[in-house]
């Protein structure tokens, strides 16, 4: 969740200002799909009538991809969303406009926007994109860092493969100043596995 980290875990933002606190993923879904009002999220009074401004990471890049595929979305967002290059600009986007609701990386969030807390499901409780939820697995939005490698792995490939995900090597990973979450030790078993 560091700043420095090149990658983190999705956040949904919303102005600092909107009264906004939790949203459901069915809700976001319906959110990027089309024209939505802030009452529909059940935010009352002069926020009612408001539309929402949908906005996050272009859905053809690997963010975009990630959402489109974590809520079941189709190849594009709605009519009405705006899509861009990099988190920090959804994250500019959002500060800027009070009406907007996006979706960026949490290492990208400055202190002009809220981050919403997210529920899985309709009945779920919603869950805060905290470093204790992202470890235990229940934040709904968490993304891992992926290493491809060309098979047959080369031998070398292998015991790097091998280091990395042993307890030493998501050692390292903890200790590195650019702030990474390391696998748990069941996570980096079923990885240890496929090699």
Not at 21 to 37: E, I, N, S, Y
Not at 93 to 122: C, H, Q, S, Y
Request: aromatic share 6%; glycine share 8%; with cysteine.
């Amino acid at each position: 969740l560091s700043s420095k980290a090149l990658s983190g875990p999705l956040a949904i933002i919303v102005h600092r200002n909107n009264p906004l606190a939790t949203l459901t993923l069915p809700q976001l879904k319906q959110v990027l799909d089309g024209t939505v009002r802030w009452g529909d999220l059940g935010l009352t009074g002069e926020w009612a009538r408001r539309v929402i401004h949908p906005c996050g990471v272009r859905p053809e890049l690997a963010l975009g991809i990630f959402l489109r595929a974590r809520l079941g979305a189709g190849e594009t967002f709605g009519p009405g969303f705006r899509g861009f290059a990099q988190s920090a600009e959804v994250v500019s986007a959002v500060a800027a406009d009070p009406l907007a609701l996006g979706f960026a990386a949490i290492n990208r969030v400055t202190p002009d926007v809220k981050v919403l807390a997210v529920a899985p499901t309709e009945r779920a409780a919603p869950v805060a994109l905290t470093e204790e939820n992202v470890r235990t697995g229940r934040y709904p939005l968490d993304r891992f860092l992926l290493i491809y490698a060309q098979t047959p792995l080369d031998p070398l490939v292998r015991e790097y493969l091998r280091l990395v995900l042993s307890r030493e090597g998501q050692e390292a990973i903890a200790a590195d100043a650019l702030g990474y979450l390391p696998l748990s030790a069941e996570e980096a078993a079923a990885e240890r596995a496929k090699l």
